[in-house]
């Protein structure tokens, strides 16, 4: 079992930073991959980055790619979304997730086991 909590949301002017977190609990974690994904007012759920369970291994949406960054410390069960150059467009509920699968990265929704509430990132134009 895996339990996720992001944080680190909130409102930001276009073009300025945040950093998401996904702090997890469960023994686990650290063999899992994770995603990133976003989900703006009336739209499907989409994929953002995901990072395998070393780190060694990234990929990212072709809208994101260049601005964020995804990173993990194993040792503190937490993974990152550095979000730099921040749009209008990027605003939506940020949510992670763990795929148990860890030595694929992948970018759909069905192949994550484990998911957390969400956090909710609003960029102002």
């Known amino acids: 079992q895996v339990h996720l909590v992001e944080s680190g949301g909130g409102l930001v002017q276009a073009g300025g930073s945040l950093r998401l977190s996904c702090a997890a609990s469960?023994?686990?974690?650290?063999?899992?991959?994770v995603g990133w994904f976003r989900q703006a007012p009336g739209k499907e759920r989409d994929f953002v980055a995901a990072?395998?369970?070393?780190?060694?291994?990234?990929h990212y949406a072709d809208s994101v790619k260049g601005r964020f960054t995804i990173s993990r410390d194993n040792a503190r069960n937490t993974v990152y979304l550095q979000m730099n150059s921040l749009k209008a467009e990027d605003t939506a509920a940020y949510y992670c997730?763990?795929?148990?699968?860890?030595?694929?990265?992948?970018?759909?929704?069905?192949?994550?086991?484990?998911w957390g509430q969400g956090t909710q990132v609003t960029v102002s134009s």
């Open positions: 997730a763990a795929d148990l699968n860890s030595f694929l990265v992948r970018t759909t929704m069905s192949a994550y086991d484990y």
């Open positions: 469960g023994r686990t974690f650290s063999s899992c991959a």
């Open positions: 990072i395998n369970w070393s780190g060694s291994s990234t």
